[in-house]
């Protein structure tokens, strides 16, 4: 396996123009139709530009498209395993036609490259989600994504690069696949072995690392994805400083660390194949990959959506076209007789394992216990502590939603005398009224609209938690779609707890306090939730609370007693 061979299905991709050229195509862009890159889009076309996607050279027109969806392939056959699609509005899409160049522009409008306009359909999801990801079920990080955060049309075709995405942070980590290649060249590093996480790491992760590359005589590359991971993750910020403690605990001359702005897709088997071929085009040698490698979680019955050694299964069978190579590894326990780590099939009877997991440090560190110096080095901890502080510290949201007339203001408006009776941090009321006067008054009640309205309150109290204040929001919030994109923006930043006020809609009729719903009956106000409009009854609310027969001091002082069993308040 020689370290630096060209990739599989060609050379190692540089999409970028010569700056001469760029600047020329920069002038002519400023002509050209615009399109704003998402978050995700702008993780993806900086790989695709910089070689990371090789063989890419733009987004995946139909016929590759399809071809990849069902067959893990490319239409030339080389094998690609997870779609890269440019995502638009339908308008967007209508008013393209093949052939048109099209300016591709990051958050500030800054012209990151050109697209020449291939293909331009409408996909079908549901086969998407089916032959990528196995499953429909929304409770897949992708599946979701794909269903209600992705735009409905696509648009292929090649890609000229015109100016590096820019990232303020971490620069001396950044190096894409053609300096990481020219490094380990410079450095002698013949063989390298790479390590994927989205996750901090601890002694469990040092241990299997050293062993990975001490198994296949290597050096050892880290490298962590900071461009998008599973919501709810460790930010990247708090995680690399985390590796830079560790990575003075590795040997010297051993180890390197570099960051791959990649957005995971949490796609199990068919994303480790995609972690290989990125890692090789990197100029890596090997692969580690490990128990439920980019697992998406559970899904919507509780059962994991793959198998724990799956991913493993899809690179053996993989193993000749790769032009990488695989180190298994299995799940590493703390053998407390032995005082040393070991892979959990190296247990014997008399061994006394230890583990801690993820969840449980989670508990650990937002109840402010302690977190012992066998399962992480204390310079990783106190990096972790700094930013994940004990709950009754943090910032949080508590989410209101039901039908109009529910209760939800009152109760509210409660709980926020409440809780600034107890005092200690800001409170802010995002009542759904008041929102709809202030940040929404241009809104209706479309579908559209009212995710927009859900949206801008969540950004706004996302932005309260972070900042260690309270939130609380009282909309009608009825598409359970919507309060989770909330859920998973706030969810990292600090608390949030989702409170179902589910008053039945007989009752809230029969209060119809603001005489809105014989309006609604009437036909005279459309689009009424309960009445001509859906509400999506949430399923994983973390309280429940009916107004039928408890006051809305009662109910507030419940929620108080919950976020005290939370640990947000004491
Ligand atoms: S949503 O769906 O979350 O965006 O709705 P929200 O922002 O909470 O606004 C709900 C309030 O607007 C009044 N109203 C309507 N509600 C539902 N459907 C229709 N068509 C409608 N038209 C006006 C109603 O007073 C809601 O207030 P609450 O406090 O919920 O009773």
Redesign the pocket.
Known sequence: MGAFKEPHGGELKNLYLSADVAEAEKQAAREYLSWDLSERQLCDIELVLNGAFSPLDGFLNKNDYDSVVKNMRLESGVLWPLPITLDVSEEFAASINTGDKVALRDLEGVIIATLVVGDVWTPDKKVEAKGVYGTTDEAHPAVHYLNNIANPAYVGGKLAGIERPTHYDFKHLRDGPHEMRARFKKLGWRKVVAFQTRNPMHRAHQELTLRAAREVEANLLIHPVVGMTKPGDVDHFTRVRCYEQLLSRYPDQTTMLSLLPLAMRMGGPREALWHAIIRKNYGCTHLIVGRDHAGPGKDSKGEDFYGPYDAQELLKEHADELDITMVPFKLMVYAENRAQYIPIDEKSDDDKVLNISGTELRRRLTEGLDIPEWFSFPDVVAELRRTHPPRHRQGFTVFFTG????G??TIAHALMTKLMEIGGRPVSLL???I??KNL?SE?G?SKE??DL??TRIGYVASEITKNGGIAIC?????YTSTRRIVRDTISPVGGFVEIHVSTPLEVCEERDR?G?YAK?RAGI?????GIS?PYQVPENAEMVIDTVGISPDLAAHRILVKLEAMGYIR
């Open positions: 039908l109009s007339g529910s939800k203001s009542d759904g009224d929102v709809r929404s809104l009640f609209h009212r309205n859900i009282a909309p009608i919030a009825p603001k809105l609604a106000i459309k689009e009424f939730t409009d």
